[in-house]
């Protein structure tokens, strides 16, 4: 039985080490010419790498390297300062272009993509401010994230017919791009400055070359994709009609002049990070039909002062306007049987929950209402007006980051508070906090709170 154990150890250890073996990150090769190689994945075909030849003016990828293919290129490392080529040859064998692998390559003038190559990497041309022209061969299925950021010289771009998926990212910061042709395809139209999946009647990409400061999305179009508008610097006003059924996340992110935004009753949902850092939107319109406004829906959407929830709405999820600096109250229709507002504050309808404590709602003091049982997520973060905040005897719960980075003086807890979640009290050092109870809960996160604040146990509250 013992020899057993032991022979079943010995083969444990064998795959194990054979296991890490396979973890192991294959070594390079750097020729006389100074390509560095690698196998590709575990083929006997090889990977080239242009590190050492890319401040060259000219580069003519080999086909061949001790005696095998060479079918995908990069770069090894992250260094663009040495990035200098305006041209690069690439030999027939490629069929891969990885991640960033021309990415940086800002005097890049010329470069054929093979007729072999089927899978281009993110980002794999981001950057090459020089690049005016590219022809994208058949075989391609995708565009890829970040696929030409910046190529803020890119006039013209073909489009192979077996492209059937594209990143909107992939555009973004391509300024003088007005010409964009699909070649025999099934899927995309280029029309008005949109990309559309004119199947699904999908706005893919609203093109940064557009001109529009105000902006009405075509009766045709039912779905906004992600990225569709982010990073625009031109918009202000976007107007969505009833016939738009979905709204992809992060469609109008870093639309840094946009100012107003009008979302159709066609809309039952806002997707995460919407209107991610979009720093001086002021308006948003919400009308009847909308059903769920998701986590981080309004992220960072500096400007936004007041907004208003209609009475349809079901569901607001825990931070969806999480870090809306500008916020003073949020208003919901007094008919929404699900939510309801005081003074600015979102709480569900049977003010059961607390959800938002908007940012920059005035005033020093404020007690949390009876009745109050859960203190969600995040719910007063940010807020730097607060200074003296008391939390009323029927609350049970404070969610983790309920009152991080906030300028609190004093805060008392009762003792019917049984859990506290993790950094609820984080960012603030000057902090005094006054627990009725005479020690730590055991449903209290060990990291409730700071160090370099004032834990001030056993006190009782003045009536």
């Known amino acids: 039985m013992e020899f057993k154990i032991w022979i079943r150890l010995f083969i444990v250890l064998i795959a194990s080490f054979s296991m890490m073996s396979c973890l192991v990150e294959p070594t390079t090769v750097t020729d006389e010419d100074g390509f560095i190689y690698q196998e590709y994945y575990g083929s006997e075909d090889y990977i080239v790498y242009l ?42 064998t490629i069929s891969h272009i990885l991640a960033d692998a021309f990415s940086g390559f800002a005097n890049l003038e010329t470069l054929i993509i093979p007729d072999h190559v089927t899978t281009i ?31 803020t010289s890119l006039a013209e771009v073909s489009f192979p017919s077996t492209l059937n998926a594209i990143s909107a990212s992939a555009f973004q910061g391509t300024y003088e791009l007005d010409t964009v042709e699909f070649r025999n395809s099934e899927n995309f139209r280029f029309v008005d400055g949109l990309i559309t999946d004119f199947h699904k009647n999908v706005l893919v990409v609203y093109m940064p070359f557009n001109q529009d400061v105000s902006y009405t999305v075509p009766d045709y179009i039912t779905h906004i994709g992600e990225f569709a508008f982010a990073e625009n610097t031109v918009l202000e006003e976007v107007i969505i009609p009833d016939t738009v059924m979905t709204l992809g996340s992060n469609a109008f992110t870093r639309c840094t002049s946009l100012l107003s ?91 059961e929950e607390l959800i938002t404590y908007p940012c920059q709602k005035t005033g020093t003091s404020f007690t949390i209402p009876n009745g109050v049982i859960i203190i969600k997520e995040s719910a007063f973060e940010a807020n730097y ?33 049984t859990t506290i979640g993790r950094n609820a009290f984080y960012g603030h050092t000057g902090l005094t906090i006054r627990c009725e109870v005479s020690s730590k809960p055991d449903g209290w996160n060990t990291a409730w709170y700071m160090t370099g604040q004032t834990l001030v146990w056993g006190y009782t509250q003045s009536k």
């Open 51 to 92: 590190d050492n030849v890319a401040g060259e003016d000219s580069i003519v990828v080999p086909s061949i390297y001790n005696g095998h293919w060479i079918v995908a290129v990069g770069m090894y490392g992250w260094d663009k300062s040495v990035r200098l080529a305006t041209a690069i040859e690439l030999p027939d």
């Open 121 to 151: 990497g993110d980002s794999a041309f981001r950057g090459c401010t020089s690049l005016t022209s590219i022809w994208i061969p058949e075989g391609i299925v995708s565009l890829p994230n970040y696929l030409f950021k910046d190529c």
């Open 261 to 351: 935004v009008d979302i159709g009753g066609g809309i039952e949902k806002l997707e995460n990070n919407l209107f991610y850092d979009t720093e001086n939107l002021e308006t948003v319109t919400l009308h009847e039909g909308l059903l769920t406004i998701s986590m981080h829906a309004f992220y960072m959407t500096n400007g936004l002062q007041y907004i208003n929830i209609p009475a349809s709405v079901t569901s607001i999820e825990s931070m969806a306007f999480h870090y809306c600096v500008d916020l003073v109250a949020i208003n919901v229709d007094s008919k929404n049987l699900n939510y309801t507002s005081v003074d600015g504050v979102l709480y569900t309808k049977n003010m």
């Open 385 to 417: 007006e607060l200074r003296y905040l008391v939390i009323s005897p029927t609350v049970e719960t404070i969610e983790q980051s309920a009152f991080q980075y906030m300028d609190l003086s004093t805060v008392f807890i009762p003792d019917s508070v």
